[in-house]
T-cell receptor, first 115, second 110 residues
C-alpha cells in the first residue's frame, strides 16, 4: 500500500518513563531499519531487522533501547527509563531485501521530547 | 567506520539558479543514496546511485566510486527545492546500515 508509517507522530514524556514507538513498513518489505536524528544532524543507525530477527543492533546506544519485530512486519522501538538526551526524531525505513544493494524508504518519523 | 562529508553546509540561491552539491566518502561503498528532507522532516529518496549517472527531471546525480565522491546537480531551482539534502552510504562490511553525512541546507529564494 502506502509508504512507511510511524506512530505516534509526536511523543512528549517525562524523564524516567517508558515509551514505545511503532513502525509499519511498506507491504512486502522484508528489511526494516531504525535511525535516530538529532537536531541539525544526519540520521544515525540504530538497528535493522531481516524478517523477525535483529540482524544488526550495534547502533543501539545502551541497554535501555530495545526493538522487536515479532511477525516480520510491524516493529516497535522501546525505550526504558527515558533521559533528556533521548529527545530526537526516530526514523524507520524499510526495503525489499537486505545486503546493501537496495533503496531504503523512510517514514515521517516520531518526534520524541523527554522533559 | 566510514566517513561521509558533504559540501557546502549551507547554500542560498535565487529561483532559477543551478547548483552542485558534493558528497565525499572515505571507503568503497555498495550503496549510495541522495535524500531530500523537506521542512516537515520527511526524507524523500532522490537517487540510489552507488556508481554511474542518473537523471530525474531537473535533478541529476553522478557517483565516481573509484574516486569516492558523488555529485547532485539541481538545475533551474524552485522554492520547493528548499530543505536539507543528505548523502548516505553503505559499505559491505557494515551490512545494510546507511551512514549519513551532515547534509547541505539549501534555501531557494523567490
Amino acid at each position: 500500500g502506502a509508504g512507511v508509517s510511524q506512530t505516534p507522530s509526536n511523543k512528549v514524556t517525562e524523564k524516567g518513563k517508558y515509551v514505545e514507538l511503532r513502525c509499519d513498513p511498506i507491504s512486502g518489505h522484508t528489511a526494516l531499519y531504525w535511525y535516530r536524528q538529532s537536531l541539525g544532524q544526519g540520521p544515525e543507525f540504530l538497528i535493522y531487522f531481516q524478517g523477525t530477527g535483529a540482524a544488526d543492533d550495534s547502533g543501539l546506544p545502551n541497554d535501555r533501547f530495545f526493538a522487536v519485530r515479532p511477525e516480520g512486519s510491524v516493529s516497535t522501538l522501546k525505550i526504558q527509563r527515558t533521559e533528556r538526551g533521548d529527545s530526537a526524531v526516530y526514523l524507520c525505513a524499510s526495503s525489499w531485501v537486505t545486503g546493501g544493494w537496495e533503496t531504503q524508504y523512510f517514514g515521517p518519523g516520531t518526534r520524541l521530547l523527554v522533559l | 567506520g566510514i566517513q561521509v562529508e558533504q559540501s557546502p553546509p549551507d547554500l542560498i540561491l535565487q529561483e532559477g539558479a543551478n547548483s552542485t552539491l558534493r558528497c565525499n566518502f572515505s571507503d568503497s561503498v555498495n550503496n549510495l543514496q541522495w535524500f531530500h528532507q523537506n521542512p516537515w522532516g520527511q526524507l524523500i529518496n532522490l537517487f540510489y546511485i552507488p556508481s554511474g549517472t542518473k537523471q530525474n527531471g531537473r535533478l541529476s546525480a553522478t557517483t565516481v566510486a573509484t574516486e569516492r565522491y558523488s555529485l547532485l546537480y539541481i538545475s533551474s531551482s524552485q522554492t520547493t527545492d528548499s530543505g536539507v539534502y543528505f548523502c548516505a552510504v553503505g559499505v559491505e562490511t557494515s551490512g545494510s546500515r546507511l551512514t549519513f553525512g551532515e547534509g547541505t541546507q539549501l534555501t531557494v529564494n523567490p
